[in-house]
């Protein structure tokens, strides 16, 4: 089979368009630009790639960008008091703080202490059970909704299908089975979730007409755990050695694409797949987080 290859690059250079459209008329219309916080705190390498491809789209989409790169010793005191002092900022509409976080830091009250009005990754409790119980107005997290657009851009139906999504975390398996069992536009799927403690996993993935992998483990999904016509979205993003490579490692998803893909009626490649989505909603949650405090 030769697969339609989704193309995240384009969807979400489409998506980023229309965003900068929606920053420009409320900037014309309401003298409105809206504003994005980002918290990094300490060193590591890959929140450094992120963090910063995070601030520059806001550039390119004319989003007011405050970057805050605290140091690996800040107390969770002073790390709340940073967060509390973003919630009074009227300039900034969203706030993230990147994680993970050191690990003598308390995610969850961090995420806590976040105004759920400019919780823009939809990380807030508040907002999870907004998103639970199907409320339309609210954030949607940036990296399941991500995956929904793709599918729903590339013409792919979830309605009566069955998905399977591989991973639980907090951040990427938990809310895209919440998104995808919704009675909504892109969803109405039936959902299975497997996690490291689910015995024999392939034989739920083979049953499966859709397959996001979020595990977070190179090339884990296999050929024999595909059936043949199904599609595969890859969440993963994992560095991998390789010697060849300018930087001594390259990037690979969570699919082994080489011998899945000729399975697959549709498949995202790593990169340029699900990745370039989660910024791309990540900046439309700002402009919708602009225009709710605004009242507009
Ligand atoms: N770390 C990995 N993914 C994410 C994300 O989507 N948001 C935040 N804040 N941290 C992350």
Redesign the pocket.
Known sequence: MNPFIIDGRKISAEVNDETAQAVAELKEQHGVTPGLAVLRVGEDPA?KV?VGMKVKKCEQLGIHSVLKVLPETITQEELLAQVNELNNDDKVHGI?????LPSHLNEDEVIDTIDPKKDV?C?HPTNVGKMLIGDQDGFFP??PHGVQVLLERSNIDTTGKHAVVIGRSN?VGKPMAALLVQKAKGANATVTICHSRTPNIAELTQQADIIVAAIGKPHFVTAGMVKDGAVVVDVGINRVDDDTAPRGYKLVGDVDYDNVAPKCSAITPVPGGVGPM?IAM?MKNTVKAAKSINNI
């Open positions: 929140s992120y993230l703080v990147q994680l993970p990754d990380f940036c990296t951040i989660t990540l």
